[in-house]
């Protein structure tokens, strides 16, 4: 039953979103409140037990001494005393809010500021002249990139924004829009696999059946 | 009398059963259904069923996994910044289920970075049952399966240190990723890694292209489970999939011709509009 439980569930769950999405009665009896309910009672719950895997392991690095354990001893205290910060004023909270706009927002957009340097060192990779697809490459990446910077209308006039145009709106919305097909019907195989039971990863099964 | 006249209508099943404008997709999906089940039942009475193409991507799994037993280093994995309702998730445990099989039948430790509580305590579990279907129970450490944050930045700042301080020898990243991925990717690539990188995401995929030694582009992660199970089960449906393509081909095909002949004919639209 330990396989099968979760399997019947599985089932069970996927044929309940079914009848909702495609159903009159389904909508009137609005079947997916309920799911979504407990879909944030289980997400609450994981999130549990994510916090008691990060206690329980840098609460090793810390009892060892671990190499920089003085971070871990940080990254609980801070964890903690937000998580009761929350707990106490809820996510309305003066200082819960500060926090998060003063501490950690500054912090992600930094992080994410990185983005635009990595990008550079992958692209001085990629745009290298070694296959004919390269140079097709690199030369389409030279007029896209003209193309948005006004340096490229005070060299060719109107041209390079045409060209930029042409390249991103056609060949690539082409190329984009057939990949996205794979994706789509892909994504909708894989969920009809896991509804009718043909694959079992997700609860710890071989994989298949 | 105008907020009587200004009442919504109930709303109207269409075709006494169906939600308003839901039949034609409902019809879409008993066709792939009944395609894949068509599949299924010939690969199950033995008959034989077209081969999946050889996916690079796929194929040097096995050799990252090599590659890392051979140095003695990890292999890490990152199931993507979504949770399990997300279908590039539910792939991935897909991958995360062989991936663990390999680690466990070789020694091999494996490292799964988690940005969501729910994949974590899925991974978990699959990685558990893996090494005990492999007979090493012993090996399994549930320390190296980790949740690190749900916050996205804090997420990649924790796996660029994990990767500084652990040196995976392999990244296999599979999933649905956002703008981490250029930073994941590009950390491995300096980290002398070799990675594998795959998403449906189409405006991360060229970062993935750039940044990591094979990309899996879109359909081939969906096609992972099947192409490494090596079931002609799994293959029927893969088979199922590429049928539709073929069916959705022609769709836009007589579309486009017949848009182009007649473009103000609204003879189709009349036929199935409203369903």
């Known amino acids: 039953m330990r396989k099968e439980g979760p399997m019947i569930l599985t089932v069970i769950s996927s044929l309940v979103v079914v009848f909702s999405t495609y159903f009159f009665l389904g909508q009137k009896w609005n079947l997916m409140a309920p799911l979504n309910n407990w879909f944030q009672i289980s997400y609450s719950i994981a999130m549990a037990l994510g916090f008691i895997n990060l206690t329980a392991i840098h609460g090793k690095y810390i009892q060892r001494k671990r190499e920089g354990w003085f971070y871990s001893i940080i990254l609980l205290v801070s964890m903690y005393a937000y998580l009761v910060l929350g707990m106490i004023q809820t996510h309305n909270g003066l200082q819960f809010n500060w926090i998060y706009e003063n501490a950690y927002s500054p912090l992600s957009s930094s992080m994410f500021a990185l983005v635009a340097f990595f990008i550079t060192s992958a692209a001085y990779r990629v745009f290298r002249i070694r296959t004919k697809e390269a140079t097709i490459l690199l030369v389409c990446a030279v007029f896209v990139m003209l193309g948005r910077a006004p340096i490229g209308d005070a060299m060719w006039g109107g041209w390079s924004g045409f060209v930029n145009k042409w390249v991103m709106g056609t060949m690539n919305v082409a190329g984009m829009r057939g990949i996205n097909l794979g994706i789509y019907v892909g994504a909708f195989a894989t969920a009809l696999r896991i509804m009718l039971g043909l694959e079992r990863a997700h609860i710890g099964g071989s994989g298949t059946q | ?275």
């Open chain 2, 1 to 275: 009398m105008m907020w009587l006249l200004a009442q919504e209508q109930a709303p109207v099943p269409t075709l006494g059963i169906f939600t308003t404008g839901s039949v034609i997709d409902f019809a879409c999906v008993l066709v792939l259904g009944v395609i894949i089940w068509v599949m299924v039942a010939r690969a199950r009475t033995g008959r034989k069923i077209p081969d999946i193409k050889k996916i690079a991507g796929l194929e040097a799994v096995d050799e990252a996994i090599g590659r890392a037993t051979e140095m003695g280093r990890p292999v890490a994995f990152i199931p993507g910044i979504q949770s399990v309702d997300n279908p590039q998730t539910l792939a991935a445990f897909g991958m995360v289920s062989h991936i663990a099989r390999q680690c466990a039948r070789y020694d091999t430790r494996f490292l799964a970075l988690n940005c969501d509580p729910l994949p974590y305590a899925v991974i978990e579990e699959i990685t558990r049952q893996a090494y005990l279907e492999e007979g090493r129970p012993d090996a399994f450490n549930p320390d190296d399966i980790r949740f690190l944050s749900a916050e996205q930045f804090a997420f990649v700042g924790a796996v660029i240190g994990i990767f500084e301080r652990e040196r995976p020898a392999a990244n296999i990243m599979f999933g649905s990723f956002y703008a981490e991925s250029m930073i994941l990717a590009e950390t491995g690539s300096f980290q002398g890694m070799i990675q594998i990188g795959g998403t449906a995401n189409t405006h991360q995929l060229p970062f993935f292209v750039a940044a990591c030694d094979y990309a899996l582009i879109g359909e081939e992660m969906f096609a992972a489970s099947a192409y490494l199970s090596k079931e002609p089960v799994m293959y029927g449906t893969v088979v199922g999939q590429d049928w539709l393509k073929i069916i959705i081909g022609l769709v836009i095909v007589v579309g486009a011709i017949l848009a182009t002949v007649s473009p103000d004919s609204t003879f189709l639209k009349d036929i199935i509009g409203g369903y």
